[in-house]
């Protein structure tokens, strides 16, 4: 049987391969008016994934990542900054 410590170890170590399992999500995000709301953003993924890719398009409301991380992870880190996350 597997326990919380041996997926958690597993989920580290996926984090840790180079392109293991590396997925594009495009995102849309409102509410962010600067970039103070970019940069809030932008270390919100990456206290998530450290080697996320993170590209902002402000004026199209984009977030695109790349990431190891599922969707509804990202989603959630963005959505706890305070930012309406659409899809």
């Known amino acids: 049987p597997l326990d919380l410590a041996t997926v ?3 989920r580290l170590w996926l984090s840790l391969q180079p392109g293991a ?3 594009n999500q495009t995102f849309t995000v409102t509410g962010m ?6 940069m809030a953003v932008k270390r919100a993924i990456k206290q998530l994934d450290p080697q996320a890719e ?3 398009d402000r004026t199209q409301n984009r977030v695109q990542v790349e990431s190891v991380q599922p969707r509804e992870a ?9 930012y309406a996350v659409a899809a």
């Open 8 to 10: 958690e170890r597993f």
């Open 74 to 82: 990202l989603a959630h880190a963005i959505a706890e900054e305070g």
């Open 21 to 23: 399992f590396l997925m």
């Open 54 to 56: 993170v590209a902002i």
């Open 33 to 38: 008016t600067c970039g103070h709301c970019e």
